[in-house]
């Protein structure tokens, strides 16, 4: 029974036990599922369906849609967090992650990947459609197989061909409304394409003795620090470059344009800071920074669709 004390409510020490450990047990399944990285796919999976043409399916459908395509990126997570656990716990960033520390196990991790993936399958084999389902899988196992069990540890150009699969939500949300591939999407693909590189090179160099420790040959490792600086810039020159299409083609308008503008114009500020001066705290503003820009960038171009000029 509960007592109440100075207005405050004292439970048993069974049950404040009891839902501490519930606390940490749902904050160790979100980790898995890289809950934050993947409340940012949804985002521009979000933007991807908002921008197709109108077809008439209604709110919850879309919410459905939006969901399966996020349950399916978890899952992903969560197989990521398996396959990678010994590297995790070689690495201080990583090493007290749920799984790398033992406190979830492979087999509780992975039947929670089942669940929440064949959930999100089927969401979207019921509520979208067979194309958007099958185009989410193929990221599913681009993500979690491809660039996790082999890309990650073959080659620095990992994150380049592995960034295809987190690129794609913008394209799952589009196809989800129209069940038809089309040119649009895919230049917001290319975005995140060319965004991944240089979001995630910006880490590495900051972590480079991390991935160094596990024998992960990112591109630091592999190639010194001041080459991927360069690449830095110039993924970041190609950013901007890319940015500026969907105005061409008409997609978007002149507040897309101009907010695009002044987003690269700082990312390129800043990349161009790291190859200057260099510091690891350059470098991990960069990371930080590329995150508000592509979240800001998805966010004017849904605005833009709403308020054209
Ligand atoms: C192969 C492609 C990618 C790689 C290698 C990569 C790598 C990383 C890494 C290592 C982190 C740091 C996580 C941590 O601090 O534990 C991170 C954070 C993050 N990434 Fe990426 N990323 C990729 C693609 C993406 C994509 C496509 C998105 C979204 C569209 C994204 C959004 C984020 C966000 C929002 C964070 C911050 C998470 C947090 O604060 O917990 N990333 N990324
Ligand atoms: C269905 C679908 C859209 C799937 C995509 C899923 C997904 C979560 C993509 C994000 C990419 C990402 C965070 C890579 C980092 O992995 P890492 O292993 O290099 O980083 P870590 O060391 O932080 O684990």
Not at 231 to 247: G, T, W
Request: glycine share 6%.
């Amino acid at each position: 029974m509960a007592l109440i004390i100075d207005k405050k409510i004292l439970l048993p020490v069974n049950t404040q036990l009891l839902i501490s450990r519930t606390h940490s047990l749902l904050q160790d399944y979100l980790a898995i599922s890289k809950f934050k990285v993947v409340a940012m796919l949804v985002l521009t999976a979000w933007v991807g369906l908002a921008l197709a043409p109108d077809v008439g399916r209604g709110m919850a459908v879309q919410f459905i849609s939006l969901l399966g395509i996020g349950l399916l990126s978890a899952a992903a997570a969560v197989i990521n967090h398996v396959v990678d656990s010994e590297i995790d716990s070689k690495m201080a960033r990583t090493r007290h992650r749920p799984v790398a520390k033992g406190r979830l196990s492979k087999t509780h991790a992975l039947s929670f990947a089942a669940v929440i993936g064949v959930a999100g399958f089927i969401m979207l084999m019921v509520w979208a459609n067979t194309l958007t389902a099958i185009l989410t899988l193929f990221a599913l196992v681009g993500y979690a197989f491809v660039y996790t069990s082999f890309l990650k540890r073959a080659t620095p150009q990992n994150i380049v061909i592995g960034g295809l699969a987190g690129a794609m939500p913008p394209l799952l949300g589009w196809v989800s409304e129209t069940n038809q591939m089309a040119a649009a999407p895919w230049l917001l693909v290319m975005i995140i394409f060319t965004w991944t590189p240089p979001h995630f090179w910006a880490l590495a160099i900051a972590r480079k003795s991390d991935y160094e420790r596990a024998k992960i040959p990112m591109l630091p490792v592999t190639h010194g620090i001041d080459f991927c600086k360069t690449c830095v810039v110039a993924y970041s020159v190609l950013l901007a470059v890319v940015c500026v299409l969907p105005y061409l083609i008409g997609m978007s308008g002149l507040i897309y344009l101009i907010g695009a503008c002044v987003l690269n114009a700082v990312f390129i500020y800043k990349a161009v800071k790291l190859k200057i001066a260099g510091k690891d705290e350059t470098a991990m503003d960069l990371f930080r920074f590329s995150i508000i820009h592509l979240m800001v960038l998805f966010v004017i171009l849904f605005i833009d669709k709403w308020l054209p000029l």
